[in-house]
Structures are given as structure tokens and as C-alpha cells.
């Protein structure tokens, strides 16, 4: 860690932040998938809530918390191979997902690609009863073990002070300490800054955790990632179907013509944040599409996709019941490039690597400095 002159605060390195998030990870018991998921939450909302300062302390209101790990599971509760999978290794009660399934079962969501925004607005009574179930599930258990390595009795708060949190933990008490936690100097810089090779990883555990949980899923069985970490292609058809009347049928990186059933690209990868607000996704070709994968995409690219007429994605929201989430998509572009170095690789159209110029930050990535 280095000290901060200015306030004695002492500020904890990315790489050694990096560190100890993945010793705790790989050396910590995980008799669930519930400390991968609040981690990974954790990082959506450092990316998406950037401080203006890497030295800066980061609040995070515990029920936005909830909401992304309530994201994360909403399509893994869906059946997979006809059967629900075990997201712990035992005891039959699973606090976070069983409040994930009743909440499919009140919005009548069944196995569909239904987006939880939408869920959130049939449903939102139903929706506040999970949210207030998965905040006091998290309060109780992954977060206070989520710095405690095996072996210790007490955990290293080197994240956030858990020492108000536990299982005797009660609603009332979390609001005497204002819902939320504080992570300390330094963390939420370093785990924005570390997304990209942490979530990936992370992902890779989950995986292993539920093959490991669920012993019907043996070499044979179809892509578990894809359930899990996935987007259903059909899920994807209303979009198209809006986007090409509304934009016509043209790749929105290369400009050619489209045939029927051409990807919906993520403009932000799906790797970093997991937004499928309209506001991230445009029509692309297959080449283009394979070619950028999970490529952060130029600062150029971005600017054209926020560009877009707010009006017309809009009412193309209005029409499908798809949330727009460009007030996301901002958010997380400004983490995402203000957490990168200098002449960082960035895509810039099929075959073509734009490096990443600080010195350039257009009006959205201004915003943050007031």
C-alpha cells in the first residue's frame, strides 16, 4: 500500500489489490457461487461509479448491490437441460436464487429471456421484496466472508469494514449504518481497473463451481457458460427486428448491408459490464462481430453509438419493453476508459487497433469532473 500525503490515507496498489482478491478466491472455501456473484457486483458498480480520484473512497448502497447480483442470476435460475441448477454445494435453502425464482414465477417469466428491467415494472412489489431478501442474504454471509481467508477467525477488511455485518445481522441494523458499505482507498480504482482479467477468471470459477454442484453436467453436456454467462440469440430478435426498421439493415461499424439474422453487437463488451440496454447494442455483421468480440471498443465508436437520437431508441423501448439504459451505458464508459493506461489497444473497425489517447476525452468522459 502507498500513503496518500495529503489525508494519511494509505491506498492500496492495484496489482496488490488484484493479489488478494484472487488468493481469497482461489484459497477460501466457496460452498456457494454467492461470493463470485457479490464480487463481481462489486466491480459492475466501481466501473459504473467511478470516483473522480483513484485515491477516493467508493459508498455502495447495499440494495444496488442486490439488484446486480439479482442480475447476475436472473437467467440462471431458468431450467437448464430441464433441470434447476444447484447453485451450492449443500443444504437446500439458496436465499439469493430461490428470491430470483420467486420473482420469475410473479412476473410469469418462466424459462423466457425476459429482461430483469422489465420484470422490475410488471412486478414491482414483488421486485422490492427480492431486493430487500438478496440485501439482508448478502449482509449475513458473502460479504463479511468475502475477506476472510481459511484457516482465520477474523476476516482482513481490506475492502470495506465488515464488522457490523454477519449472520445475526438485521434490516434495522443495516440502516443504522446507512444500507452500504464504504470501500476503502484505492479499491474501487483497482477493481474497475482490474475488471477485465478478474471477471473473466471469475466466470471460469463459476463455471467449475456449478459442474462440481450439479454432477448430471459431465464432458456431454451442452455449454454451461453460455446459460449462465450468456445471451439466448433469440432473445435478441426483438431488437433486430426494431433496430433494422428504425436504422436500416447496415452493420453500424462498416456500414454493409445485413442479411436477416445478423448479430446484435454489444458495444461495451459483455465481458466487462453486462448491459443490454438498446443504448449498448447496435446491428453488426458477422465479420465485424467476430472480429471485435470482447475487444474494448474506440472512444470514436462510442461517441457514434451515444449519438444516437435518444427519441427514436426511446420509442423503440416503448414498443419492445426493453430498457434504453444509456444513463448505464455512460456510466460505464467513462469507469471503463478512466480506468485504462495511456496508448492502451482499443478496436476501431474490422482489422484495426486505435490506441487510446488520454489527452482526447469527449464531453461524456468530462462529465465526471463536474
Avoid at 22 to 31: K, S, Y
Avoid at 168 to 187: D, E, Y
Avoid at 199 to 219: C, G, H, S, T, Y
Avoid at 315 to 323: D, L, M, Y
Amino acid at each position: 500500500m502507498r500513503s496518500d500525503p495529503s489525508n494519511l490515507k494509505f491506498v492500496i496498489d492495484p496489482l496488490l489489490l488484484g493479489q488478494r482478491v484472487v488468493a481469497i478466491l482461489e484459497t477460501g472455501q466457496r460452498d456457494a457461487t454467492y461470493k463470485l456473484a457479490t464480487l463481481m457486483a462489486l466491480i459492475d458498480h466501481c466501473i459504473e461509479n467511478l470516483p473522480d480520484r483513484p485515491e477516493d473512497v467508493l459508498r455502495v448502497s447495499l440494495p444496488d448491490l442486490a439488484h446486480r447480483v439479482l442480475a447476475l442470476y436472473w437467467p440462471q435460475v431458468r431450467p437448464f437441460e430441464g433441470q434447476d441448477l444447484r447453485q451450492r454445494r449443500t443444504g437446500a435453502v439458496a436465499r439469493i436464487p430461490d428470491a430470483a425464482k420467486a420473482l420469475r414465477t410473479a412476473t410469469q417469466s418462466g424459462s423466457s429471456g425476459l429482461s430483469l428491467d422489465i420484470a422490475m415494472i410488471r412486478s414491482p412489489k414483488q421486485y422490492q421484496t427480492a431486493i430487500d431478501k438478496i440485501t439482508v442474504a448478502l449482509a449475513k454471509q458473502p460479504l463479511p466472508r468475502l475477506q476472510k481467508l481459511p484457516g482465520s477467525r477474523a476476516s482482513d477488511p481490506f475492502l470495506f469494514d465488515d464488522s457490523f455485518l454477519g449472520e445475526g445481522v438485521s434490516m434495522r441494523q443495516l440502516q443504522a449504518h446507512g444500507n452500504a458499505i464504504t470501500l476503502k482507498p484505492g479499491v474501487a480504482f483497482g477493481l474497475a481497473r482490474l475488471a477485465g482479467l478478474l471477471k473473466p477468471a471469475m466466470e471460469i470459477m463459476w463455471v467449475d463451481d456449478i459442474r462440481q454442484m450439479n454432477k448430471f453436467l459431465d464432458a456431454e453436456v451442452p455449454d454451461v457458460a453460455g446459460h449462465l454467462f450468456g445471451r439466448e440469440r433469440i432473445a435478441m430478435t426483438p431488437v433486430r427486428a426494431a433496430f433494422t426498421d428504425a436504422f436500416g439493415p447496415h452493420c453500424f461499424y462498416c456500414g454493409c448491408h445485413l442479411p436477416a439474422g445478423s448479430p446484435v453487437d454489444h458495444v461495451l463488451p459483455w465481458s466487462l459490464v453486462g448491459i443490454d440496454g438498446l443504448a449498448n447494442l447496435v446491428l453488426a455483421c458477422t465479420k465485424c462481430n467476430g472480429d471485435k468480440s470482447g475487444a474494448l471498443p474506440a472512444i470514436e465508436i462510442v461517441d457514434r453509438v451515444l449519438e444516437r437520437d435518444a427519441a427514436v431508441l426511446e420509442e423503440i423501448a416503448r414498443s419492445i419493453e426493453w430498457p434504453t439504459q444509456r444513463t448505464r451505458v455512460v456510466a460505464a464508459a467513462r469507469g471503463i476508459f478512466r480506468g485504462q493506461p495511456p496508448d492502451v489497444p482499443t478496436w476501431g473497425g474490422y482489422r484495426q487497433t486505435v490506441r487510446f489517447d488520454v489527452a482526447f476525452q469527449p464531453e461524456w468522459m468530462r462529465a465526471a469532473y463536474g
